[in-house]
């Protein structure tokens, strides 16, 4: 397997396996690999002769200095991970800040036609310019033809979708179906750092996200909000931060909903994002 930290070096190397004819997939990752991870690189597989995979924790895009620091960094664990994928067609590319961002760790400043506002944007300050800036970046870098990124960030998906609609990049973005544990748990590289406790509880949040769907096809959204909430209220071990229903195409929480959510040309999803003692944990469910 093929491991770069020089963005130049994987640059030359890329257009190489170009000029020869090869398809690169990208799969942009923060590390702390698991097998939600692996799906996208399989699919990556699936579409393209080659896939790179970034792992690069990223500082712009957290607005929690402390979070920054206690994300977990297993570079040798992720790697022996991909192995069991492909040994030859992936090629990961792990930089240094610096490799990255030059001698000044700073955001650009973008905007998405209103969808960095909403949910995420509104409790993470800045989250999405960073987003934004690292994707852009790592794009130039990688020049992918196809990037997958999982559906349980589906906010930040449908940013990038956005980010390459108003840049004009030439990548292809594609979305990938949330991975979960046999409990429902969505998989995420923070999943390391819950206690054995708040472990055994974190599956009620996609039980609870799953229970507000059923209630969505006959009570209003301002019904089904008010009753997640009160779950919550009931569960000392999680926090409850927000749970929005949204529009698919604005991410503008829904006011009022037709009679028939099945027949109707709006997409509804419902997203919720809930602290397990220190760590913050986000899920979303589609409604029709």
Not at 78 to 104: F, H, R
Request: aromatic letters at 10%; proline letters at 3%.
């Amino acid at each position: 397997m093929e491991k770069f930290k020089n963005k130049k070096d994987l640059s030359t190397h890329v257009k190489v396996l170009k000029a020869q004819g090869s398809t690169i997939g990208f799969v942009p990752t923060m590390g702390a690999l698991h097998f939600g991870h692996l799906t996208l690189v399989t699919k990556g597989l699936r579409e393209n002769d080659i896939v790179v995979v970034s792992v690069f924790v990223n500082p712009t895009q957290f607005d929690n200095e402390e979070d920054l620091v206690k994300y977990p960094r297993t570079l040798e664990a992720d790697i022996e991970l991909l192995k069991t994928v492909s040994k030859d067609k992936i090629i990961v590319y792990a930089p240094s800040d610096k490799d990255i961002y030059g001698n000044t760790i700073e955001s650009e400043v973008f905007t998405f036609d209103g969808l960095e506002f909403e949910m995420e944007g509104a409790f993470r300050h800045g989250h999405f310019d960073g987003v934004g800036t690292i994707i852009k970046r790592l794009f130039e870098i990688v020049t992918p033809d196809a990037a997958y990124f999982g559906e349980k960030d589906f906010q930040q998906l449908q940013i990038i979708k956005k980010l390459v609609e108003l840049h004009h990049l030439p990548v292809k973005i594609v979305g990938c179906s949330i991975h979960r544990a046999e409990d429902g748990l969505a998989m995420s590289s923070r999943n390391t750092r819950l206690s054995p406790e708040h472990r055994e509880i974190a599956p009620t949040i996609y039980n609870t996200l799953k229970s507000a769907k059923d209630k969505f096809s006959t009570k209003s959204a301002k019904e089904v909000s008010d009753w997640v909430t009160k779950q919550f209220r009931e569960q000392p071990l999680l926090e409850l931060e927000y749970f929005i229903i949204a529009d698919v195409a604005t991410l503008k929480p829904v006011k009022q909903k037709s009679l028939d959510i099945h027949k109707e040309n709006r997409k509804y999803r419902a997203f919720i994002a809930v602290y397990a003692g220190d760590v913050r944990l986000i899920d979303n469910i589609a409604l029709n």
